[in-house]
């Protein structure tokens, strides 16, 4: 079975600083998708980043960056230059698109507090 | 841009109570999902649908069913509401294939509280 496992509950940084979020998985595929998403305060849960197991590069977006372990079957998300907003739970996901329906396959999150 | 709706923000109900979860999608996507959101268990996945008519069980699919008659409708039923039914229930749509990103769009989340 496929697992996702997020092993720090909470987190905290302070602004302006850097943050890494760490998710580790477990899969026999070697095709498969992996995701970071963002829910703050109003519950609206937002895609941050995504990333293919078969690209190479790890995916970036803006201050948002992945390190992308695929033997070790490891996705962490790096925040650089963390803002107020940037105060979310932030889940790990993983997608196989063997399995039907595109489901998705979360981890237990991790709440982060950015502090001014 | 991409919307997905639901029903309610918040809502109560009685032990026993039959109660309907409703999501609306207007991006066209076949493929439609029910979670459940509680602390220290992430999401979890109760029912998800991929075509009208056709509905596949979850992981914790018990207590629960669901209705999708429209392509951009997806219900989730609690026949008989239990206390251990309270949490945060959240609609997702996506659409799979060739091309295809795979990002699914969450709904705002009902906080169903059962007493």
């Known amino acids: 079975a496929q697992t996702v496992t997020q092993s720090q509950p909470e987190m905290s940084v302070q602004e302006a600083e850097t943050v890494t979020l760490s998710c580790t998985y477990d899969?026999?595929?070697?095709?498969?998708?992996l995701f970071w998403y963002k829910q703050p305060p109003s519950r609206q849960m937002i895609l941050v980043i995504r990333?293919?197991?078969?690209?190479?590069q790890n995916a970036t977006e803006n201050r948002f960056s992945v390190n992308f372990q695929k033997a070790a079957k490891s996705f962490s998300l790096k925040i650089s230059d963390s803002q107020l907003g940037d105060t979310a739970m932030y889940f790990c996901a993983f997608m196989s698109p063997y399995n039907q329906g595109g489901k998705l396959i979360f981890g237990q999150g991790t709440e982060l507090s950015v502090k001014p | 841009d991409v919307k997905v709706t639901q029903s309610s923000r918040y809502l109560v109900k009685r032990t026993g109570e039959k109660v309907f979860l409703e999501c609306v999608q207007d991006?066209?996507?076949?493929?439609m999902f029910w979670y459940r959101q509680d602390p220290g268990l992430g999401l979890r996945l109760i029912y998800f649908s991929y075509d009208v008519k056709m509905k596949e069980k979850g992981d914790i699919p018990e207590g629960y069913s669901v209705s999708r008659e429209k392509k951009e409708r997806f219900s989730l039923i609690l026949e008989s509401a239990s206390t251990n039914q309270t949490s945060m229930y959240l609609c997702a749509s996506t659409v799979t294939g060739t091309g295809a990103s795979y990002e699914q769009y969450f709904g705002p989340g009902t906080r169903l509280t059962v007493t």
């Open positions: 990333q293919e197991a078969y690209k190479q």
């Open positions: 991006m066209d996507h076949e493929n």
């Open positions: 899969t026999s595929e070697s095709n498969y998708y």
